[in-house]
């Protein structure tokens, strides 16, 4: 079987940061490893942020609508978490995806004077 990867064998440049890699390092969207992890980190943060919100809000929900018990607080905390943590994780999801999609900075970028293949100043 005879993809695109072994059919090309010239560096490539990542469309973020614009730096020149081999093929085999970067991803099917053009994107190398370093600008992967920093897109995940950022979404890890938009993640622990929406979850977070999310949280509070069920948690102020909680405590005014419904007015648990002392019984049952426990379970009433344990869904509090729960919904921290899922939000969380499908927030950091959506987030990354819409990083990846939008693709900013590629668009903001200006490609080297060696890359360019221009060799005016």
Known sequence: ???IRERIERPVTCVRCLEVRDYSDV???MWCEPCREAAKRRAGLWGWGAGT???AALALWIWTVIQPSDLVIGGWIATVVAAFWIGGKVAR???YGVIRFTNRR???AVPPAEVSGTDEP
Do not use: F, N, P, Q
């Open 1 to 3: 079987m005879s993809g």
């Open 27 to 29: 991803d099917r969207l």
């Open 53 to 55: 919100m999310l949280g």
């Open 93 to 95: 999801e959506i987030a």
């Open 106 to 108: 590629a668009v903001e």
